[in-house]
Nanobody, 117 residues
Framework: QVQLVESGGGLVQAEGSLILSCAASGVIFGFNTMGWYRQAPGKQREFLARVSSGGTTDYADSVKGRFTISRDNAKNTVLLQMNSLKPEDTAVYYC???????????WGKGTLVTVSS
């Protein structure tokens, strides 16, 4: 069974930075993609960024240029470097792992990021 655990959330002032980390455990095999999503109160969960096991990255327009995703395949971890944070970035941030070989997806439980103005 695959488990994802996010960490690094907290309270930060506007224009500040934060690094989120997601560690995946279990059987991680084949081509896969790890990504970050967030859900603000009263809103739907939205995609932020993803990185494949081959290193290809993709970003939502709303975070392009401010957020950077990276991964360490040997450690099965993915990071999200967040800069120039805004109060509207306040949300619960979730990590997701997608396996290409069987189409299965796994989610972490999330970590709360609060950006104060």
């Amino acid at each position: 069974q695959v488990q994802l655990v996010e960490s690094g959330g907290g309270l930060v002032q506007a224009e500040g930075s934060l690094i989120l980390s997601c560690a995946a455990s279990g059987v991680i095999f084949g081509f896969n993609t790890m990504g970050w999503y967030r859900q603000a109160p009263g809103k739907q969960r939205e995609f932020l960024a993803r990185v494949s096991s081959g290193g290809t990255t993709d970003y939502a327009d709303s975070v392009k240029g401010r957020f950077t995703i990276s991964r360490d395949n040997a450690k099965n971890t993915v990071l999200l470097q967040m800069n120039s944070l805004k109060p509207e970035d306040t949300a619960v941030y979730y990590c997701k792992l997608d396996f290409a070989i069987n189409g299965r997806s796994y989610w972490g439980k999330g970590t709360l990021v609060t950006v104060s103005s």
